[in-house]
């Protein structure tokens, strides 16, 4: 990781059977996006590189909904139906972790956007910085 000064946070679903990490800087970037997906489940986007994700626990507990073109890999946990992170069609090289999933929030600043993903096609590469390492 680059200079920047990263922590890691935990998280995971509602009945913790899922359980991830991510490193994270102590201000973020997250997006609330408006598609249709998103605006159903409140997820509230923090995207981050694949070398700052760590799944802990819960891998033979996901399940997988694709929808659209198919890219996205929405993944839900079976038994209580949280998608506490995914790998988005925006970032297919990243994460993007619910950052209402995160364990504490303490001493973390999130800012959060608004992302117009009803226009998905005409946005997302505003979008793809977020899971590059920070120069």
């Known amino acids: 990781m680059s200079g920047t000064p990263f922590t890691w946070r935990s998280g995971g679903c509602h009945c913790g059977a899922v359980r991830f ?11 609330s996006c408006n598609c249709s997906i998103c605006a159903k489940t409140g997820f509230v986007h923090v995207i981050v590189p694949e070398s700052r994700f760590r799944l802990l626990a819960g891998a033979d507990a996901l399940t997988e ?6 890219v996205a890999k929405h ?4 038994e209580c139906g949280v998608k506490s ?3 988005p ?11 209402r999933c995160l364990d504490e929030t303490e001493g973390l600043e999130i800012r959060i956007e608004a992302f117009d993903g ?10 793809s910085h977020l899971s590059k390492e920070p120069a």
Request: negative net charge; charged residues 20%; hydrophobic residues 40%.
């Open 21 to 31: 990490e991510a490193a994270l800087p102590d201000v973020v970037e997250a997006q």
């Open 65 to 70: 909904y694709r929808f659209n073109t198919g």
């Open 75 to 78: 993944l839900f946990c079976a």
């Open 85 to 87: 992170f995914y790998r």
């Open 89 to 99: 069609r925006s970032n297919p090289d990243g994460w993007s972790i619910n950052s």
């Open 118 to 127: 009803r226009n998905w096609e005409a946005n997302a590469t505003s979008l």
